[in-house]
């Protein structure tokens, strides 16, 4: 996979070498750098993993796992002194991924709670935080300043905590229990269907094997008689001569009106 692709990838193979500061350093460089937004893998790596164990390095692993997991506003609640001070870069990108957090539950953002859960003063400062987001891909969505919200149409994924896999697999064995349901019922009403139209097709053949045979056994009972007039000609002859009497009938009503049509 190229940088491109995955721009955490650098990281995650440095840290197979790096420890103690030098672990620390490439942390710092990891929430800095453009286009790095999680940082799952880097949080898996076991080098990265025992920065926790020492008291001067834990702060770092605990700001890397609030980039992964948290938002700017529980950064702003946690006790001074228990993580890093956030540099410049760092404090814009923790507000672009607490937009992302926040999008994940509401589709419309009022400017009045990005500002508060922001730490922003201003809309303009809103509103330049969410285009540069945007900018970097990680969200879409609309600025809407007549009604002073951010209308939200996409925003990446973040990092998934381990404790919080179990209910995500609930979560998907429930949704693959009611496919499953779903195609049964489908399968079932399929097969009622195909039932139904055999059904159909059965009838309509036996209906017309029967007119046959019925047909088959007027011409024979002619032919016994002596009659070998087709019973469907004879049919059609009959249709034939009640049209012509139908039409005889209305031609002498209207010709035996008395005083015709015209004048003497």
Request: net charge negative.
């Amino acid at each position: 996979m190229t940088e491109k692709g995955n721009p955490l990838e650098q990281f995650v193979l440095l840290a197979k070498n790096a420890k103690g500061l030098a672990a620390v350093e490439l942390i710092k460089q990891a929430l800095e750098a453009p286009g790095v937004f999680v940082f799952g893998e880097l949080l898996d790596m076991s080098n990265i993993q025992e920065l926790e164990k020492t008291s001067s390095t834990a702060p770092y692993y605990h700001l890397l796992q609030l980039f992964a997991f948290g938002t700017y506003k529980e950064f702003i609640n946690t006790e001074v002194g228990s993580l890093p001070e956030l540099s410049s870069a760092m404090q814009r990108k923790l507000r672009m991924l607490s937009v992302v957090t926040l999008a994940e539950t509401e589709k419309l953002l009022p400017y009045t709670t990005l500002q508060a859960d922001l730490g922003l003063e201003t809309v303009r400062d809103v509103e330049d935080l969410i285009i540069e987001g945007i900018s970097c891909g990680i969200m879409s969505g609309k600025l809407d300043q007549k009604h002073s919200h951010f209308e939200v149409d996409f925003v990446i994924g973040r990092d998934i905590k381990k404790s919080e896999f179990t209910g995500i697999i609930s979560v998907l064995s429930n949704w693959c229990q009611t496919c499953d349901t779903m195609l049964t019922t489908i399968e079932s009403q399929i097969e009622k269907l195909n039932d139904d139209k055999a059904a159909k097709i059965k009838h309509k053949a036996d209906l017309e094997s029967s007119i046959a045979e019925i047909k088959q056994n007027i011409k024979w009972n002619q032919t016994q008689n002596g009659d070998n007039d087709d019973p469907d000609s004879r049919m059609d002859a009959e249709r034939t001569d009640r049209s012509g009497k139908k039409s005889k009938g209305k031609s002498t009503r209207l010709g035996g009106t008395k005083g015709g049509f015209w004048p003497k």
